[in-house]
């Protein structure tokens, strides 16, 4: 069964940190690239952090510095080390794996920080 299983949301205060993780099932993380999303109420889904197989990384502005993208792919598992968070960092945090064709989500997690 093809999945993404993402853990490690929470609550935190301002300046905090917390890191995620997903869990991918095999046939959808070798050799993809993997994101992060995230969403906040009533605003749009947007890219956050993305790795190629290769290790290669991008960042969307707002993270960049904060934010630390890295894969295990002895362990299926994509992570996102989030540092310095601020209370516009609030969202619910997605995992993405385009292979096949499409885009797989995972179900989300919670990260809600407070001021």
């Known amino acids: 069964q093809v999945q993404l299983v993402e853990s490690g949301g929470g609550l935190v205060q301002a300046g905090g940190s917390l890191r995620l993780s997903c869990a991918a099932s095999?046939?959808?993380?070798?050799?993809?690239?993997m994101d992060w999303y995230r969403q906040a109420p009533g605003k749009q889904r947007d890219m956050v952090a993305t790795?190629?197989?290769?290790?290669?990384?991008h960042y969307a502005d707002s993270v960049k510095g904060r934010f630390t993208i890295s894969r295990d792919n002895a362990k299926n598992t994509v992570f996102l080390q989030m540092n310095n968070l601020k209370p516009e960092d609030t969202a619910v945090y997605y995992c993405?794996?385009?292979?096949?064709?499409?885009?797989?989500w995972g179900q989300g997690t919670q990260v809600t920080v407070s001021s």
């Open positions: 790795i190629t197989n290769g290790g290669s990384t």
């Open positions: 993405r794996a385009f292979a096949n064709n499409r885009s797989y």
């Open positions: 095999g046939t959808i993380f070798r050799g993809n690239d």
